[in-house]
Nanobody, 123 residues
Framework: QVLLVESGGGLVQAGGSLRLSCAAS????????MGWFRQAPGKEREFVGG????????SYADSVKGRFTISRDNAKNTVYLQMNSLKPEDTAVYYC????????????????WGQGAQVTVSS
């Protein structure tokens, strides 16, 4: 089992940047493909992006493509979500998740979830 803890959330003005981190403990992160999801109030949790076990492949939702970047440092057991050009509609709780399966945008494919980090973008 792996424990995931997100950090780096906060309040930022539109156009600004934030970087979220997801630190893992319990098992080495290199065993998992990793995903970032977000959930806004009253909405379903949606896929933001993901990264393969080795970091050689990434995938992004159309809504964040070109603005968000996912990376990982397996030596530090940490995954990152760099968010640039933030918009008010990016406001949500952001979750990292780990999967034994290949990189996927499907929520049910992920086995472990963090507690979430709030990101609020003001206009």
């Amino acid at each position: 089992q792996v424990l995931l803890v997100e950090s780096g959330g906060g309040l930022v003005q539109a156009g600004g940047s934030l970087r979220l981190s997801c630190a893992a403990s319990g098992r080495t992160l290199s065993s998992y493909s990793m995903g970032w999801f977000r959930q806004a109030p009253g909405k379903e949790r949606e896929f933001v992006g993901g990264i393969s076990r080795s970091g050689d492949r990434t995938s992004y939702a159309d809504s964040v493509k070109g603005r968000f970047t996912i990376s990982r440092d397996n030596a530090k057991n940490t995954v990152y979500l760099q968010m640039n050009s933030l918009k008010p509609e990016d406001t949500a709780v952001y979750y990292c998740a780990a999967s034994w399966r290949s990189l996927s945008g499907i929520k049910s494919n992920y086995d472990y979830w963090g507690q979430g980090a709030q990101v609020t973008v003001s206009s």
